[in-house]
């Protein structure tokens, strides 16, 4: 019983909690067995591995903070004309964060782009990578209160330890020219060392609309477009295209044509 106590509190203080869950059952099975020491050792180590892996993807899909939670595995890639599964599929794998680049989903409301970029930063968080959602607004919004608070630099430097940021719905509010700037600030300082993932309804052309400044906005579509992977999706609103199935569904032979 005292040397069960010792190991307990050995095994807390070297933090295998999964080795104090798992070392009676284990031990049992392996003298009933006669699993050789090492294998016993073996199967107490990879159990606390396996765990740990596990927490650190909770861990790090929390901290990403998604709105709503989309896989990859729940698009339908026939729903879309110009987008390549297989592009999306290899872009999931993650090797864009090696090198910071970018990736940009432009396209009409309703085609699945924040579904994209949400499936693909799940897949970074599976990979143990630090990642980060925002909707584009409150990102600026965040950045200005910070600016406010003078804890600009500090939010800053936070940034620069992700692996992967996504922007999502850039272009539908304007910005305030300050937050604007420091929104052209943060891409400057996460160019080349922090993957962005940015999703919006505007060609490039009409990025000034948001960015307001001219220069300032071909500084930062520089940036951005420097390394950067563009999706451009096509077509009609996912969701108004399944009400028009089911409604079609629901009145069988009535065509349009009947209709009106
Ligand atoms: P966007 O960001 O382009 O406006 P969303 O990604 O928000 O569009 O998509 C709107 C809704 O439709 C979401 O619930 C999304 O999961 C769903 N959706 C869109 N396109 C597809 C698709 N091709 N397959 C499955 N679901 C889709
Ligand atoms: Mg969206």
């Not at 009676?24 to 159990?47: K, V």
């Not at 925002?134 to 692996?163: C, E, G, I, M």
């Not at 300032?216 to 609103?237: P, Q």
Request: proline content about 2%; some cysteine; overall charge neutral.
């Amino acid at each position: 019983m005292e040397h069960q106590a010792l190991l307990e509190n050995y095994l807390k203080q070297l933090h295998l909690s999964t080795f104090i869950h798992n070392y009676q059952a284990y031990a049992s099975d392996a003298a009933r067995t006669d699993l050789p020491y090492e294998r016993y050792l073996l199967a107490l180590c990879s159990a606390e591995v396996t765990q740990r892996d596990a927490l650190r993807v909770e861990r790090a899909i929390a901290q990403a903070r998604f709105p709503v939670m989309k896989d990859l595995s729940t698009f339908d890639f026939s729903a879309v004309q110009n987008i390549s599964k297989q592009l999306v599929l290899e872009l999931a794998q993650g090797g864009y964060m090696a090198s910071a680049e970018t990736i940009i989903l432009i396209g009409g409301p309703g085609l699945g782009k924040t579904h994209i970029a949400t499936g693909l930063a799940l897949a970074a968080c599976k990979q143990g990578k630090r990642v980060r959602f925002f909707s584009a607004n409150n990102l600026v919004n965040d950045l200005l209160s910070a600016q406010k608070d003078l804890r600009l630099s500090k939010l800053l430097t936070q940034f620069v330890k992700l692996d992967l940021v996504v922007l999502d719905e850039l272009g539908f509010i304007p910005f305030r020219e300050d937050g604007a700037q420091l929104l052209f600030q943060l891409c400057s300082d996460l160019n080349e060392r922090v993957s962005i993932i940015v999703t919006t309804n505007l060609r490039f052309g009409e990025w000034n609309q948001v960015f307001r400044e001219e220069k300032m906005t071909a500084a930062l579509l520089d940036r951005l477009t420097h390394k950067a992977h563009i999706l451009e999706f096509v077509g009609e609103s996912y969701r108004f295209r399944q009400r028009l199935l089911q409604e079609e569904q629901q009145t069988p032979g009535e065509s349009k044509q009947d209709a009106g």
